[in-house]
């Protein structure tokens, strides 16, 4: 669990709040409940004591003590009730006490007589046996000549039993709230976070492919809206300027390629003039040079333009590749021949792509030229044509240099040529294999280079096989 993301704190922070409301709330519940009950049974009680006190006034001349006690064990019959009743005279002392309770909820013989006599009615809880208090109204009755104490009891059990009740009600309801609120509040705030998600997603589109797609926008008019409409508009910004960039490349290589081949018809042509000292032809030679790779490497440029511009498939047809790689090793061979490299074309199954032939041959174009450029003299070059599953694969296979490792991946990057090749005499401008790929990402398909085991390297294009 990531406790740093906005979805814990979250969460967590309003859980914790829910939890301490929920919490306070019961705490308040249960003092009040606890109160409200006790203040019930002590109005009743008081009730009572005060009816018995009257009663006592009228009556105790009548009936005498034990009459009375008589009386009162006759009219309110404490046991039946749970009662607990005790009646004193001060010289006398306890004239009337009454009996074990029928639920037994306190020991009527172990309630402690009081030691001063309230003036007033009074509430006591006092500790009885049988596990729980008694609730004890005092009222003491003044006649003359004598003084009496009226005591009237009832257990709190009941009191305990519902506040268990209300304990046990609460201890199981606050986890159960606090899961329905995380719970609820985690379902809410992935509900709220989707149209983050759905920027997330349609931007990682946007990097992976073009720039001409946009965020959604949720109206929702505050910071989400906001973010998006600005995103949106850094896109904008992003496309225009690279739209410029692709412009200025596509531009300026087509306005060189014009006086360039200019230059190199004039200099064909002072070559092939007798008239010239030989250190003359020579220089003019090295110029002729140097000018053809600035004419490949304005119109690598304007390929590159191309390509990311959207132009790679121009056509869209059926093309078999082992028949593509065919013929254009055939075309190729001289090339071969020259530096006699043994160049063989392996066609295992058949292998038909869709997509634009001339783009297609192009990237088999690049490969063998660079298979051929860094293999040395009598080395061998073997390109492999196979399908399998879904895809189709093209291998060029060579005997050269091969690629130092940090470079395997750069190498399909614009302008790098590896530092193994840059001190060497072997010319290039490095725009050969970013063309490859710019092709096979325009098809669905990839291309990357490995090194074989017996020197050399080998270069792999996985195209879709067309369906
Ligand atoms: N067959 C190969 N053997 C060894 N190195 C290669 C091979 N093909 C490409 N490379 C490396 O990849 C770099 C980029 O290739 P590329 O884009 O075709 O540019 P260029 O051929 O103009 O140098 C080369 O400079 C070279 O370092
Ligand atoms: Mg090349």
């Not at 009663?55 to 009548?62: F, G, H, Q």
């Not at 309801?173 to 329905?180: A, E, M, R, S, T």
Request: glycine content about 8%.
């Amino acid at each position: 669990m990531n406790t740093k993301s906005i979805r814990f704190r979250l969460i967590a922070g309003y859980t914790g709040l829910i939890t301490v409301v929920v919490l306070g709330f019961g705490i308040y519940t249960y003092m009040k409940v606890d109160n409200y009950l006790r203040l019930v049974l002590q109005q009743s009680l008081l009730r009572r004591a005060e009816a018995i006190a009257t009663s006592l006034k009228t009556d105790i001349y009548r009936l005498g003590e034990t009459g009375f006690a008589k009386q009162v064990q006759v009219r309110y019959t404490p046991e039946q009730n749970d009662r607990f009743i005790r009646m004193s005279e001060r010289r006398q002392g306890v004239f009337y006490v009454s009996g074990q309770p029928i639920d037994r909820s306190f020991a009527a013989s172990k309630v402690p007589l009081p030691g001063d006599w309230p003036s007033k009615p009074a509430t006591f809880t006092v500790d009885a046996g049988g596990g729980s208090k008694l609730l004890l109204e005092v009222v003491k009755v003044n006649i003359p000549e004598h003084e009496y104490l009226v005591e009237l009891g009832f257990s709190e059990k009941d009191n305990d039993r519902v506040l268990r009740g209300l304990l046990t009600t609460l201890l199981i309801g606050l986890p159960v709230v606090i899961v329905v609120a995380a719970t609820g509040g985690s379902v809410l705030l992935q509900r709220t976070l989707r149209p983050v998600r759905d920027m997330i997603d349609k931007a990682n589109e946007i990097s992976h492919h073009e720039l001409n797609a946009r965020l959604p926008v949720h109206y929702t008019g505050d910071d989400l809206e906001r973010l998006s409409i600005t995103l949106n508009q850094m896109i904008s910004r992003l496309e225009e300027s690279l739209q410029n960039s692709r412009r200025f490349t596509s531009d300026a290589s087509h306005e060189l390629r014009t006086p360039l081949t200019i230059i190199r018809g004039e200099l064909e042509q002072l070559l092939a003039r007798k008239d010239i000292p030989d250190s003359i032809g020579d220089r003019v030679a090295s110029l002729l040079e140097e000018t053809d790779r600035l004419i490949g490497i304005a119109e690598g440029l304007l390929t590159l333009s191309r390509l990311d511009a959207g132009e790679a498939l121009r056509e869209n047809v059926h093309a078999d590749l082992g028949e593509l790689a065919t013929t254009t090793a055939e075309q190729m061979s001289l090339l071969a021949e020259e530096k006699a490299i043994e160049l063989t074309c392996l066609r295992h199954t058949s292998a038909e792509v869709k997509g634009d032939r001339s783009r297609l041959k192009q990237i088999i174009v690049n490969l063998l030229d660079n298979a051929i450029k860094y293999t040395p003299q009598h080395g061998k070059i073997r390109i492999e044509v196979r399908a399998e599953k879904r895809h189709a694969y093209l291998e060029v296979i060579d005997s050269g240099i091969g690629i130092p490792k940090e470079d395997l991946i750069r190498i399909f990057d614009r302008f790098h040529r590896a530092d193994s090749v840059r001190s060497t005499a072997i010319h290039g401008a490095g725009l050969g294999l970013s063309i490859v790929r710019s092709i096979c990402t325009a098809h669905g398909g990839r291309a990357y280079a490995e090194n074989v085991a017996d020197g050399g390297c080998k270069f792999v294009v996985e195209l879709p096989l067309a369906d």
